[in-house]
Each structure stands twice: as structure tokens, then as C-alpha cells.
């Protein structure tokens, strides 16, 4: 079995309440549910949080969910603990609920790439991006398909001053399980705490992390401008016309 989790709180510094923001009708934590649904290689999906207010939200448009600790540090030890509530899986697709505008086929990519590359513990797709100096944007640093490192700047740093495209972190991500076992029996480490991208204490762990370029425009919702931007988004967008029609 191949599950989706999709870990959200209501705890945002940045953009408070993000998960139930109004988007084209829908609170935003239904879109990234809805779409995550429409990947083909997924058996289930569930949203993982800690919020009744979630919870309700999810019972009113019959979303699935697991109800997990307020206590957790980031979405990957929520994500770890709603995996334990599940039997039997081949991997754990860890979905970011602040991304509402997320593409399924780069969803079914993710696990098609981690059936065919076993060797590595989890997954972390990219998509190019000339944007510069955006520290709410986690860049990847990597050689071929394995990745060395994680940066909230512009890495690696173009010493010539060519031109370069940066490859950012598509918040789809898939562990083996007994890579996410590893992650949470180990504290915060110190470039985690330092950058602030959880999966730093993955490269901590020796953990082997295989990227790869995906061809979604998704991008998450971290500040107001995202929210405005996604809002604009959806007034076009193909997929969300297949989904709305049950709720508005």
C-alpha cells in the first residue's frame, strides 16, 4: 500500500490560519486533499493534524484524517506518527498541506521514481526556478539525483556569476517507512535548528535522499502574496474545475 499524508496545523507564524484560508470557495487544506486524491498511484489519503477546527472542516467535505499530537516540532514527526496508525505500507507520500495548487501527476512521479531507485531512503523532487534571494523558498543542492544539501539560500552559489537556474524543493515528499522510524527517534540537529528545513536531520542521519526534476508550477502558500497568488491561480486552473463542482 502507497499512502498520502498530508501533515497541517493552525499554528502559522507567517500567514495565521492558513490551512482553512478561503480559496475560490474551499478552505485551502481541501484543495491540496482533493487533488492529492486524483493521483493514480495513492491507495489512500488522509490529512494528519492536531486541530478540531481542521477536523471539522474535514468531516464537512468528507476528507479523511488522522488525529495526531499537538506536540510535534514539524510535519515530518506528524507525519511519522499518523504512518503508525497504518498497518502496512511501501512508502509514505508526506503531502504539504500548504500546497493547494499541487499537481497529482508530479505526485504519481514521486513514487513511480522511488519504486524504480529503492537504494534511497526518501524523495524530494525539484522544479528550476530563477528566483533569487527568497528564504521562504528551500533550495536543493545535489549531484545527478542525490542530494547533499538543502539551503534557504541561493545554493550552489554561482561563482562565475552565470546565470543559474536553482532547484527548488517540491513539498512532496516519499519515505520508506523505516526511514521516517529513523528521522523521529533523533532530536532536532543542529543545521535543521540552524536553516529551518527538517529534512537537514535526514542528511544528519546519513539518510540517502534522490531527487529529481518535476514539471508542476505548484508552489506553497507561506505568506500573503502566495495566497494572493493562488487565489489568481485558480480562476484558470483546469484541475480545480473538476473538483469544485461537488462543493460550490
Same mark, same amino acid.
Given at each position: ?11 502559522? &507564524?507567517?500567514? %495565521? ?9 474551499? %478552505? ?20 494528519? +493534524? ?17 488525529? +495526531?499530537?499537538? &506536540? ?15 498497518? +502496512? ?11 493547494? @495548487?499541487?499537481? %497529482? ?6 513514487? =513511480? ?16 526556478? #530563477?528566483?533569487? =534571494? ?13 542530494? #547533499? ?6 545554493? %550552489?552559489?554561482?561563482? *562565475? ?8 524543493? @517540491? ?13 523521529? &527517534? ?12 527538517? @529534512?537537514?536531520?535526514? @542528511? ?32 484558470? *486552473? &483546469?484541475?480545480?474545475? +473538476? ?6
Amino acid at each position: 500500500m502507497i499512502v498520502g499524508l498530508i501533515p497541517t496545523h493552525l499554528k502559522s &507564524k507567517r500567514l %495565521p490560519k492558513k490551512a482553512l484560508l478561503n480559496l475560490g470557495g474551499l %478552505p485551502m487544506i481541501i484543495h491540496t486533499y482533493r487533488r492529492a486524491k486524483k493521483a493514480k498511484k495513492l491507495d489512500e489519503v488522509y490529512i494528519c +493534524t492536531d486541530s478540531s477546527e481542521i477536523i471539522k472542516v474535514c468531516k464537512k467535505f468528507n476528507a479523511k484524517y488522522l488525529k +495526531t499530537s499537538s &506536540k510535534h516540532k514539524n510535519g515530518t514527526e506528524r507525519v511519522a506518527e499518523a504512518a503508525k496508525k497504518i498497518k +502496512t505500507c511501501k512508502f509514505i507520500i508526506d503531502i504539504q498541506g500548504d500546497e493547494p @495548487l499541487v499537481n %497529482p501527476n508530479d505526485i504519481d512521479k514521486v513514487v =513511480n521514481f522511488h519504486k524504480k531507485n529503492k537504494f534511497f531512503d526518501i524523495i524530494v523532487p525539484f522544479q528550476p526556478t #530563477i528566483q533569487r =534571494n527568497n528564504k521562504n523558498i528551500v533550495k536543493i543542492a545535489c549531484t545527478k539525483n542525490r542530494v #547533499i544539501s538543502f539551503s534557504r539560500l541561493d545554493v %550552489p552559489y554561482s561563482f *562565475d556569476k552565470k546565470k543559474l537556474f536553482l532547484k527548488k524543493h @517540491l513539498s512532496i515528499i516519499s519515505f520508506k517507512p523505516s526511514a521516517l522510524k529513523v528521522f523521529c &527517534k533523533k532530536s532536532l540537529g543542529e543545521l535543521e535548528k540552524t536553516e529551518g528545513i527538517e @529534512l537537514m536531520r535526514a @542528511l544528519e542521519l546519513d539518510l540517502k535522499i534522490g531527487t529529481f526534476k518535476a514539471k508542476g508550477t505548484s508552489f506553497s502558500v507561506d505568506i500573503l502574496e502566495d495566497y494572493f497568488k493562488a487565489s489568481k491561480f485558480l480562476k484558470k *486552473d &483546469k484541475l480545480f474545475k +473538476t473538483y469544485k463542482k461537488y462543493y460550490i
